[in-house]
């Protein structure tokens, strides 16, 4: 289950990653202008946070084996077709097809860690998977030059589909986790209308905003990051893809911290220093991040790292403030995250004086939005399941 899992949770990264050494290239070779190629990137990371709000309801009343089985599918159809496109808005077409099958495997693959493993034991297996994981985005950039090197960008989609292949031959062996007593017996609308329910909750709702706020800086990076390398900073496309590469390889460190560190501390107080110094990143790279290539990647590192190490108590927490609705919970927590990287995505173009500027800009308004729904669940007397600190003020010290 856990490969399945970890599989199922690489398909969104891998098809960011894999092609962004491809993307300033891309262009010339589509005839297409450099904000078209942008919609490759930004309209797949919209439509994934869709599809992880349709499905993870659906699951809950058809079954997650079913949604699984249908976003793979998908998946593959749409990577074959990627490959094939004759021109930028084909592509953009197919992107948003494989970025559907993509949120239905992902919200499949968190609702299956509630189903099947123990409440105590959730956050240790979110943080497993996405250690486990981790090298795929690490090395996706990696082999997406290679591919370059020897070959064009359409190889790179061949890639994803011989990946979605391999994958959907492991789901189907893949046994259901949600039995049909405990499945959702309303109507679809009526299904879907379970999101409101879960949304109206204002634990969840704010704490879903604190996680997810990390993603607008962090998701500005990966969509410009190539041309902050190869453009600004005078690298290679394989250049670019060893910055890349050993910072998605901090992805692994902040949830091992975690892990280790949650015993020494309180969700309340590792939350409020990460927001703080998250914060404090943002201004130093807006400010000090032009200097050269080393200390700008310095800085997305420590970002990444306090992303990264929030990320797999955020999903827990966020789980566990419901009872039921485990579909509509998981879809909700992975919409939020995805859909407000999107949006980072589409404001790092707007008229910021460069590149580097636009991130750091948008990883401390991003923060700061994370700050002001942080201090309203502090100070507003909510209960947050799972969420240790909040019975007494450490936090303060």
Request: glycine share 10%; with cysteine.
């Amino acid at each position: 289950m856990l490969v399945l899992l970890t599989m199922g949770s690489l398909a969104a990264p891998l098809s960011l990653d894999m092609y962004t050494p491809a993307v300033p290239g891309m262009s010339a070779a589509l005839g297409a202008t450099t904000s078209e190629i942008n919609l490759t990137l930004v309209g797949y990371y919209l439509f994934l946070a869709i599809g992880l709000l349709i499905f993870g309801p659906l699951s809950d009343k058809s079954g997650r084996r079913p949604v699984l089985i249908g976003g793979i599918v998908a998946y593959l159809a749409a990577s074959v077709v990627c490959a094939l496109s004759v021109n930028v808005w084909m592509l953009i077409v197919a992107r948003v097809a494989q970025a559907l099958g993509s949120g239905a495997m992902g919200a499949v693959c968190t609702a299956v860690v509630k189903d099947a493993v123990a409440a105590d034991q959730r956050e240790r297996i979110l943080a497993v998977i996405q250690i486990m994981f981790v090298v795929g985005p690490a090395a996706a950039p990696l082999i997406g030059a290679g591919i370059l090197a020897i070959a064009d960008w359409r190889a790179t989609f061949w890639t994803l589909a011989g990946i979605a292949a391999v994958e959907l031959v492991l789901t189907l062996r893949f046994r259901e986790t949600l039995p049909a007593r405990k499945r959702s017996t309303s109507s679809i609308p009526a299904t879907l209308g379970r999101l409101v329910v879960v949304g109206r909750n204002p634990s969840f709702l704010l704490f879903l905003i604190v996680g997810s706020a990390f993603e607008i800086g962090y998701m500005a990076y990966v969509s410009v990051g190539s041309y902050i390398y190869v453009d600004t900073f005078g690298f290679s496309p394989f250049g670019f893809s060893l910055f890349f590469a050993t910072g998605s390889l901090m992805c692994a460190v902040g949830p091992a911290f975690w892990v280790w560190h949650a015993r020494h501390t309180t969700v309340k107080r590792f939350t409020t220093w990460a927001i703080i110094m998250s914060a404090a990143l943002g201004i130093g790279i807006a400010t000090i991040g032009h200097a050269n290539a080393f200390l700008f990647c310095g800085l997305i590192l420590a970002f990444t790292f306090f992303d990264t190490a929030v990320k797999p108590y955020n999903v827990n927490i966020l789980l566990l403030q419901q009872d039921g609705d485990t579909g509509s919970a998981a879809a909700l927590a992975n919409f939020g995250r995805t859909f407000i990287g999107a949006l980072g995505m589409c404001l790092v173009v707007l008229p910021f004086p460069d590149f580097i500027t636009a991130v750091g800009a948008l990883m401390f308004a991003g923060m700061a939005i994370a700050g002001i729904a942080w201090v309203v669940l502090l100070r507003g007397g909510f209960t947050l399941r799972g969420a240790t600190g909040f019975d007494d003020d450490s936090w303060k010290e």
